[in-house]
């Protein structure tokens, strides 16, 4: 056996492992035996064995404590072990585990590190074992390993244990039946999908939930049309309104332009009113001064005449006494008479008294006349100062009067010509009426905007219940899109779970059922010849005689040998590299004959195989020894 090529294990060493502590054991080519009282720890080396390949699980998986708390040593010792194996190809390669690291070291031959080689999956750890053999944890831990708990079932479990051998028959997994697995599509496409026939499933519930949404979506729709209408209908009331209010911003600008033109005139009025009664005044006081000069003519005359009565006195008294003195100086020269002369002196101051007399006298006259003059002077002096002052202001008014009509043009002019012509003609009274009628419009237009705003807000509930509708219909009709899908894949599945199948039942199927037929053959000494698998029937056993009977109506051992052989025999199935075969207590259930037929049939079919055999009797090894079939012994304390 030394030079065959398979997948072996060929040394373990445990450092710390649950109970295990400094335990060096080496295994041969083919057979093993590992003997153990109970709680000797074979268990733990078994598992063992299993967590340095695929590493050790911190969570409980339906388990009371996780195999990481249950192995973890009680005291600080070194919680690490090394497994040694080699490969079809003769490779060898050994694993040391600190467990309490997630990932291995693994060395090749030459003791070189080539643990990043291999995939390291996050959850799983370093890959190299499934890398090597393409066994997974749970495949190596339902087929490589074969436990007492896999192999003993009660009487009243026959039924069960017949299945799991028709399901390996039929699909190569013992937990998976194709009738079963066909049956569960058919009712996941019932249950989670429904038909067209059933009532109050999924597709069925999403169906009317569609067709609800649908007529509901349809009721709530003409509410689009009634908001467009409303939206359309306030966008115009909007636009007219603004309309309004620049009319009326208009029609305000005319009024109070008119109200400035009225005032303003108002004031032009008043001040030519004013004007006019200055200029009546002007007249009033020149026919005063016409009549004071009317009246007063004759004292004008008079002073006139004194003046020239003054003028022609002096005039006379000058020529009077000049020929006075004429006749003097005459007659001094000529006369000579004292006394006369004398005599025509006196005349002279005589004559100049009596000029003087009159004289003053005129004078009296004149300062009596000239007093009236310069009374009436002033009086119509004053008044043609009154004039002036009235004609002054008649001036600064009439200046007024043009400014104020100048700047009031000025007004007229800078308006909107465009906006404000058509009611520049009209009058003040007109325009105040048409910004009434304007305003009553307006606030007719912005009632009926609030109404449409409390109908746009009655409509929202109404849209934003469509608008989530839509939602839910788009939700539903994907729910119902991946119905149909999951039902095409459900179909698909089954499709190809059938097609499969066919495939099975012409390959695989003859395979195993003619390895069962072989099997039960052996281990029954012929009692039994050839395992068929039947559709309709499940399996049956064909007897001595050529008569099929069901395999329930074998012997409970009977079954459990052939369910044991079934499973040995899919190790080649699973890997190309030949694995090793690890039976713990696998036998403890059965009686000596049929343990001696098993094994027999185990250490003749599978030679290509490592095999280690846990057990806590002599019965293997003293039946090894009587069929010299050579094996390796450990003794496990």
């Known amino acids: 056996m030394e030079g065959e090529k398979f997948l072996k294990i060929n040394k373990l060493k445990v450092n710390a492992y649950g109970k295990l502590k400094e335990k060096e ?46 192995y973890t040593p009680w005291v600080g010792e070194d919680f690490s072990g090394k497994l040694e194996y080699e490969l079809d190809n003769k490779n060898k390669f050994e694993i040391f585990r600190d467990f309490k690291k997630k990932n291995p070291k693994i060395f090749n031959e030459k003791m070189e590190d080539i643990s990043k080689e291999f995939n390291i999956d996050k959850s799983k750890g370093n890959e190299f074992f499934y890398e090597q053999t393409k066994i997974d944890e749970a495949l190596f831990l339902s087929t490589i390993l074969v436990n007492q708990q896999k192999v003993k079932l009660e009487k009243q479990e026959q039924n069960v244990l017949i299945q799991k051998i028709a399901n390996l028959v039929g699909t190569g997994e013992d937990n998976v ?19 067209e026939r059933s009532r109050e499933k999924p597709i069925n519930i999403i169906q009317k939930e569609i067709e609800k949404l649908k007529r509901d979506k349809e009721e709530l729709e003409k509410y689009v049309d009634i908001k467009y209408e409303i939206e359309e209908h306030k966008n115009n009331l909007e636009k007219e309104m603004q309309d309004l209010e620049r009319e009326i911003e208009v029609l305000k600008k005319i009024k109070l332009i008119k109200e400035t033109e009225e005032i303003e005139n108002e004031k032009i009025n008043l001040k030519i009113d004013l004007k006019n009664e200055n200029d009546k005044k002007i007249n009033l006081i020149k026919n005063k001064i016409n009549e004071i000069n009317s009246e007063n003519k004759n004292i004008f005359e008079n002073n006139k005449k004194i003046n020239s009565e003054k003028n022609k006195l002096n005039k006379k008294i000058l020529m009077i006494f000049s020929i006075f003195i004429l006749i003097n100086i005459l007659q001094f020269i000529f006369i000579k008479n004292k006394y006369f002369n004398f005599i025509f002196l006196l005349t002279v101051p005589m004559v100049l008294i009596f000029s003087l007399f009159f004289k003053n006298k005129m004078k009296n006259k004149e300062i009596n006349i000239k007093n009236k003059v310069e009374k009436i002077n002033t009086e119509i002096k004053q008044l043609n100062f009154e004039i002036d002052l009235l004609e ?48 009553n419009k307006l606030s007719n237009e912005k009632i009926q905007l609030h109404t449409l705003n409390l109908d746009n807000k009655n409509i929202e509930p109404k849209l934003e219940n469509l608008s989530n509708m839509e939602e839910k219909l788009v939700d539903n009709n994907e729910k119902m899109v991946n119905l149909k899908n999951l039902e ?34 052996e281990i029954t000494e012929g009692e039994y010849k050839h395992v068929r698998l039947n559709d309709d029937t499940g399996l049956v056993v064909e007897l001595e005689n050529g008569n099929y009977i069901p395999a329930s109506r074998l012997s409970i051992g009977t079954i459990d040998q052939l369910y044991l052989s079934l499973r040995l025999a899919m190790v080649e199935e699973l890997s190309e590299e ?34 280690i055999i846990f057990t806590c009797t002599n019965r293997e090894k003293e039946i090894l020894e009587e069929l010299e079939v050579p ?6 304390n």
Do not use: W
């Open 177 to 195: 039946s194709f009738k079963r697995a066909i049956d569960r599509i058919n009712r996941r496409i019932l249950d989670e999908i429904g038909t």
């Open 25 to 70: 054991i080496d295994l041969k080519d083919n057979i093993n035996i590992i003997l153990g009282k109970n709680e000797a720890g074979k268990s733990t080396l078994l598992n063992f064995i299993v967590n340095c390949f695929y590493g050790i699980s911190k969570n409980k998986n339906g388990k009371e404590i996780s195999d990481f708390e249950k």
């Open 631 to 636: 094996f390796h012994f450990l003794l496990l």
């Open 488 to 521: 095409k894949s459900m179909s698909l599945a089954k499709a190809v779970l059938e097609n499969s199948y066919d495939k099975m039942k012409n390959t695989v199927t003859p395979r195993f059922t003619d390895k069962l037929s072989e099997t039960i053959a």
């Open 578 to 611: 030949k694995m090793p075969i690890i039976l713990d207590e696998a036998f403890a259930y059965y009686d000596t004959n049929r343990l001696k037929n098993i094994l027999k049939y185990i250490t003749k079919r599978f030679t290509q195989h490592q095999i």
């Open 392 to 439: 002054k202001n008649n001036k600064e008014l009439n200046g007024e009067i043009n400014n104020l009509k100048n700047n009031l043009n000025l007004k007229i002019e800078n308006s909107d010509s465009e906006k404000m012509e058509k009611y520049k003609t009209e009058n003040l009274e007109t325009i105040k009426l048409e910004i009434q009628n304007l305003e």
